[in-house]
């Protein structure tokens, strides 16, 4: 798994006014909850913000997709006078589907691996591949060219 973002966008703010999150158990998402989560409270820009709310992959094993996380906010302004403003978002875990393929190899002939990721929504930044747990780079004379 990896880390899933979800994004809370607000406009119509007459000020910066602070996201509160609020987990799937009703409880609200404490910044120092670093092991778990990160937040964001995004900038202010002409009465709009977009606050996010990184899951980071250590608490993906203690929840589910279809979990319900909120943000919610109250002017700033008139925090006495006014309501919170509650909006929901329903987790939809992402999956990365690697489709390794098995190719046997002659010693000492040269050949091509190749690797198919699907299920992904946007581009990713980039495929690292590693053997014995160590990167492998493109470098004159290591006999790999990635």
Do not use: H
Not at 29 to 36: A, G
Not at 70 to 97: F, W
């Amino acid at each position: 798994a990896t880390a899933q973002t979800l994004t809370c966008g607000i406009s119509g703010l007459a000020a910066v006014t602070d996201v509160t999150w609020i987990g799937p158990d009703n409880n609200e998402i404490s910044d120092s909850d670093t092991n778990n989560y990160v937040i964001d409270q995004g900038t202010f820009v002409f009465g709009s913000k977009a606050s996010t709310l990184t899951i980071k992959t250590a608490k993906l094993a203690f929840i589910s997709s279809g979990d319900v996380f909120k943000c919610k906010l109250k002017s700033s302004l008139y925090p006495n006078d006014s309501p919170d403003v509650v909006k929901e978002m329903v987790l939809t875990l992402l999956t990365l589907d690697i489709d390794p393929t098995n190719k046997e190899v002659e010693s000492g002939t040269d050949t091509t691996i190749s690797c198919v990721i699907s299920g992904i929504t946007r581009q990713l930044d980039a495929v690292v591949w590693r053997k014995d747990g160590s990167d492998i780079i493109s470098v004159s004379g290591s006999n790999y060219v990635v």
